[in-house]
């Protein structure tokens, strides 16, 4: 069974960082792209990034450009998000999830970004 | 990019009766492929997102045949032919034809009459 287990969420202050984390298992992880989509707490599902099979595409919504970085580890089967100079509007449940075409989710994991 | 919209926001609903949701897109979505990548996704309450329907009218795997999906160009439909218990929460249209970025409709809240 494919699987996607998130982990590394917490709170954080304006302007820190955080790094999340994916691991896959039940399929081949490098055949696939994978995306983070976020949910803000009572709200609806926001794309936040995309990359390629190999990790030399990456594609973002306009509001974590240049903030926010995706990448991958094939051989640890891991997806990862690096998130910079946070803001309160990144308060959010972040999913990892297979494909743009979002077929399989994690769990998710809480980022709260408070002081 | 491509807005995505819904209707109704709230539908209230009785057991055993069909339920219907629309989904429009600011733009077409059929891709150079040929392909329409048009997908709904169901989210019951307090879990992660499932998809239940991919490219217009395939469902995916598991997905109870009370579910169908159905349109073209701008305009798409997701229908419940009689509404369970468990079909309870918020369904949301998702497009990846024009990407990035993959866009969201605002969601449908499914509940009980």
């Known amino acids: 069974d494919v699987q996607l287990v998130e982990s590394g969420g917490g709170l954080v202050q304006p302007g820190g960082s955080l790094r999340l984390s994916c691991e896959a298992s039940?399929?081949?992880?490098?055949?696939?792209?994978m995306s983070w989509v976020r949910q803000a707490p009572g709200k609806g599902l926001e794309w936040v990034a995309s990359?390629?099979?190999?990790?030399?595409?990456?594609y973002y919504v306009d509001s974590v450009e240049g903030r926010f970085t995706i990448s991958r580890d094939n051989a640890k089967n891991s997806l990862y998000l690096q998130m910079n100079s946070l803001r309160a509007e990144d308060t959010a449940v972040y999913y990892c999830?297979?494909?743009?075409?979002?077929?399989?989710w994690g769990q998710g994991t809480l980022v709260t970004v408070s002081s | 990019d491509v807005v995505m919209t819904q209707s109704p926001l709230s539908l209230p609903v009785t057991l055993g009766q069909p339920a219907s949701i629309s989904c429009t897109s600011s733009?077409?979505?059929?891709?150079?492929?040929?392909?329409?990548?048009l997908n709904w996704f169901q989210q019951r309450p307090g879990q992660s997102p499932r998809r239940l329907i991919y490219?217009?009218?395939n469902r995916d795997s598991g997905v109870p045949d009370r579910f169908s999906g159905s349109g073209s160009g701008t305009v798409f439909t997701l229908k419940i032919s009689r509404v369970e218990a468990e079909d309870l929460g918020v369904y949301y249209c998702?497009?990846?034809?024009?990407?990035?970025?993959?866009?969201f409709g605002p969601g449908t809240k499914v509940d009980i009459k």
């Open positions: 999830a297979r494909r743009t075409g979002l077929n399989y």
């Open positions: 039940g399929f081949t992880f490098s055949n696939y792209y």
């Open positions: 990359i390629n099979q190999d990790g030399s595409e990456k």
């Open positions: 733009q077409s979505l059929v891709h150079s492929d040929g392909n329409t990548y």
């Open positions: 490219q217009v009218s």
């Open positions: 998702m497009q990846n034809t024009h990407w990035p970025p993959v866009t």
